[in-house]
């Protein structure tokens, strides 16, 4: 069984995915178990403007995290920002990053990771530094 949250497996899934023949933007959200095993369901979210305001990438990854965060099966995550280009992460992938990162804490799903995928290859986007995790009060 394929684990998501081993990032080895993510990235040679991406590579191996086959990326569309022209470089316009989107996101695929990939399911995972509880237990981190791809769940073989990928959603794919096209035509995305190059550059999305925050507003819109905190919008369109809370609106997809919340559509899935209900299914018993869904234990996290995967988010992948296909674009052109070198899949180096930078800046807007870094945005894509802390949208997706506070989706999944909004409705409570565990972020196995976000990546960036290009024809060029695929690539783990990394948080410049680590993210606090809340701490819940009672």
């Known amino acids: ?3 998501l949250d081993d990032s080895r497996v993510v990235l040679d899934f991406l590579t191996g995915a086959g990326r569309p ?6 996101i695929d959200l990939m399911l995972a178990s509880e237990g ?3 769940l073989k369901v990928i959603i794919p979210v096209d035509d995305l403007p190059a550059r999305p305001a ?3 990438r905190a919008l369109i990854t809370s609106r997809l995290v919340k559509a899935v965060a209900h299914f018993e099966q869904v234990g996290g995550l995967v988010l992948a920002v296909r674009r052109g280009g070198c899949p180096a992460p930078r800046g807007d992938d870094l945005a894509w990053h802390d949208a997706f ?5 909004e ?3 565990a972020n196995l990771g976000v990546y960036v995928a290009t024809r060029r290859g ?3 986007v990394e948080p410049l530094a680590p993210q606090p995790t809340p ?4």
Do not use: I, L, N, T
Request: charged share 25%; glycine share 16%; net charge negative.
């Open 1 to 3: 069984m394929q684990k």
């Open 101 to 105: 990162d506070a989706a999944c804490q």
């Open 36 to 38: 981190g095993e791809a």
């Open 122 to 124: 695929a690539q783990q």
């Open 21 to 26: 023949d022209d470089d316009r933007p989107g």
């Open 107 to 109: 409705h409570g799903v």
């Open 135 to 138: 701490v819940s009060g009672s």
């Open 54 to 56: 925050a507003g819109e």
